[in-house]
């Protein structure tokens, strides 16, 4: 038995179901889901509150800057280690937008987001947005982040999404991924496969800034992909750690 599928055996999958939204509206008019979304979030946020923090971050940072708008989804064939399924690209095609979030157990940039990041997409997913995190850390420098982990760890903070491992590493060095956590968004433009849409932040809280987080500027991003309109802000790349390749 594969350590992915021994990591499955009497694991249950809680992965939410996503429906297309029936209507769009211009990204303009969708402040209010914006204010929506952060209010659910961030309560203190949405009062103008801060929320504070003690963490003091030492980890190397890193931005990701690999790929830019138009670069296309790479195909890729990875293991849930919650359920032991298998995913690829295509189970994704049905969706007008698909986020693919590289993150990891250990990172403290993680860690600051991991409640807020469970919590937006679960709102987006509703809307028809669906959503994939990958872990690509090597396990023997990082044994925290191994499989048996990033289930009890999928388990934990009730991720919506399925959360898959990249042993091999082979499709971090595809997407072109550097940190966790990073952040692809793809929409459909009537070719396959998906078409990056936005590359950047989650928003400008870090773990040790006291910025409250917002998920700000990835919520606006999917609120554009879903509606069909352009993005009317520039992107800021994300902030995070290094990805931790084999040696």
Request: proline share 7%; glycine share 6%.
């Amino acid at each position: 038995m594969s350590l992915v599928a021994a990591c499955a055996a009497g694991a249950r999958a809680s992965l939410l179901s996503s429906s297309p939204s029936s209507s769009s509206r211009p990204c303009q008019a969708l402040a209010h889901q914006v204010r929506a979304y952060r209010s659910l979030v961030s309560p203190a946020a949405s009062r103008g509150g801060r929320r504070s923090t003690r963490l003091r971050v030492r980890a190397a940072r890193l931005e990701s800057t690999g790929v830019s708008v138009g670069f296309r989804a790479p195909q890729f064939e990875l293991p849930e280690p919650l359920t032991g399924k298998i995913w690829t690209l295509d189970d994704f095609e049905g969706s007008p937008a698909l986020l693919v979030m590289f993150i990891c157990n250990h990172c403290p940039f993680v860690k600051h987001l991991k409640k807020d990041i469970a919590k937006l997409t679960s709102f987006y997913m509703e809307k028809g947005l669906a959503s994939v995190a990958i872990s690509s850390n090597s396990i023997v420098t990082h044994p925290q982040d191994g499989p048996e982990y990033m289930a009890e760890e999928a388990k934990l903070f009730k991720y919506p999404f399925p959360y898959l491992y990249d042993e091999s590493q082979e499709v971090a060095k595809g997407f072109r991924a550097v940190c966790t956590p990073e952040f692809y968004l793809f929409k459909k433009d009537g070719r396959r496969p998906f078409e990056l849409f936005y590359h950047g932040q989650f928003d400008d809280s870090r773990p040790s800034n006291n910025v409250p987080v917002t998920g700000r500027d990835l919520s606006r991003a999917i609120d554009c992909a879903l509606s069909g309109q352009e993005l009317p802000f520039d992107q800021k790349p994300s902030v995070g750690c290094s990805i931790k390749w084999h040696k």
